[in-house]
């Protein structure tokens, strides 16, 4: 996705700049201002059948309105560029002067004259407002990769959060059609008097709960697919096909390793440090502030019946020191400002790291505990509890009772799993990449390069 929002950002700096193109932003820019075409339309059949992960992100990126409204702020901070570091417009003062006493009709004045003047920006100042700009726009940019960054991590969670609830649907109704079962074989038991008129209740207690479940999880469903939905840009109710299960996948990173790749990929510390930088450019252009500006002008007229052309030269000179002062003060205490600000940013990216690391790896351990653990001894019980009561020597409320702790395990272990998903997708957006592979592992010419 990053590489994506990149691309198209150098197709529209060229666009701003004047220049050509590049092929991949321009197909990238197509695809995004033609919605509704031959691509849109696969897509959407595609969704509609049963879409993959990646084709959730990729249809997202096309059609979410935040990403599409970050990028047009972008463009058009790049387009203010060109304002900034250009000239002002010069200006013309037309002049004419009539006696108020005349001699004669005349139609024309006695004295007239037409000044065009022009100010002369100090050598190097348009190129530091130009630098002003471009951090504007690099934290532009970077904010259109925290916001695709930020959709996509929202339909990775939605997605992940859907994939549990169908799961839990499914564990629901094969457990509501065991306990059926199991409520008529009580039923018979304690019309041969092997089950207690309690045990019997529970089970129909228990068939109750399920048929609840099934409800919630049915409205949970509804409601999880319209948010995926409007993070797709599409209807409320807008179909959405069987989702394929993501798979467990480990961190191969250390939380020490974390922290680095942080401050370096992280777009709201980027984001910190183009701050940085414009207020260091802010600085060096308040100090051209404190120096005269000169405005050149040229006129030409009549006067007293003769023609005549002039030379003018304007020049404002900041006298007041305290004015001077204070405006290089307010600049050096901004710099000031955007450095501490960066500095708890990356205090802040640290903690949240630690933080969803650690959630990461309650899930992943719960993951253990119950598909390895507690889910084969779950059903090794019921297996037991069954043979026992089968032969007389185990009560029908034992049989209940294990059948709904096998239950609650599959639903703990499928809710592990979403929170895996949605907790490394967080990790990954602090860490700014894929952390179940390592860099050399997706590009292997990036570790040879580094062997050298």
Do not use: H
């Not at 004015?323 to 000031?336: P, Q, Y």
């Not at 790291?353 to 719960?366: A, G």
């Not at 239950?407 to 809710?415: G, I, K, S, T």
């Not at 907790?423 to 952390?435: H, V, Y």
């Amino acid at each position: 996705m990053k590489r994506i929002a990149r691309t198209l950002a150098a197709g529209l700096a060229a666009l701003a700049l004047g220049l050509p193109v590049p092929a991949r932003a321009a197909d990238s820019a197509g695809r995004a201002a033609a919605p509704g075409g031959t691509a849109g339309d696969s897509r959407e059949a595609r969704i509609a059948q049963g879409a993959t992960l990646d084709d959730l992100t990729a249809y997202s990126y096309r059609e979410n309105p935040m990403i599409e409204a970050a990028r047009q702020e972008w463009r058009a901070v790049v387009e203010k560029y060109r304002v900034d570091t250009a000239y002002e417009n010069p200006e013309v003062m037309v002049e004419g002067m009539y006696m108020q006493d005349t001699f004669g009709d005349r139609a024309r004045p006695d004295d007239w004259k037409v000044t065009v003047s022009e100010p002369i920006p100090l050598l190097g100042r348009l190129g530091t407002a130009g630098a002003v700009t471009e951090a504007d726009a690099r934290i532009a940019r970077l904010k259109l990769d925290a916001t695709v960054r930020d959709v996509s991590v929202q339909v990775r969670e939605s997605y992940e959060e859907l994939c549990y609830l169908r799961e839990a649907k499914r564990v629901a109704a094969a457990n509501k059609d065991l306990l059926d079962q199991l409520r008529k074989v009580g039923e018979t038991a304690y019309a041969g008097n092997r089950a207690a008129l309690v045990d019997v209740m529970k089970a129909q207690a228990q068939s109750g709960q399920l048929q609840y479940d099934a409800l919630l999880l049915e409205e949970l469903e509804r409601t999880e697919k319209t948010r995926l939905n409007a993070l797709l840009n599409r209807a409320p109710d807008a179909p959405l096909g069987p989702l394929a299960d993501e798979p467990v996948r480990p961190v191969v990173y250390s939380v020490e390793e974390l922290y680095p790749l942080a401050e370096a990929n992280l777009e709201e510390i980027r984001i910190a440090q183009a701050g940085v930088e414009k207020a260091q450019a802010m600085l060096s252009l308040t100090r051209y502030e404190n120096l005269p500006e000169v405005k050149l002008g040229l006129s030409y007229g009549e006067q007293n019946l003769a023609r005549q052309i002039g030379v003018q030269a304007t020049f404002m000179l900041p006298v007041w020191p305290g004015k001077n002062f204070g405006r290089t003060g307010s600049a050096r205490a901004d710099l000031e400002k955007m450095r501490a600000m960066r500095a708890s940013q990356i205090n802040d990216s640290r903690a949240m790291i630690r933080d969803t690391y650690f959630r990461l790896q309650n899930s992943d351990r719960l993951i253990r505990l119950y598909r390895d653990d507690l889910l084969p001894q779950a059903a090794k019980a019921m297996e037991t509890a069954e043979t026992w009561f089968k032969q007389g020597q185990g009560s029908f409320s034992d049989y209940v009772e294990t059948e709904s702790a096998w239950y609650n395990f599959q639903l703990a272990l499928a809710r592990a799993k979403a929170d895996y998903g949605k907790f490394l997708a967080r990790l990954e957006k602090l860490a700014g990449r894929s952390l179940t592979l390592r860099a050399a592992d997706v590009d292997p010419n990036a570790a040879q390069e580094g062997s050298k």
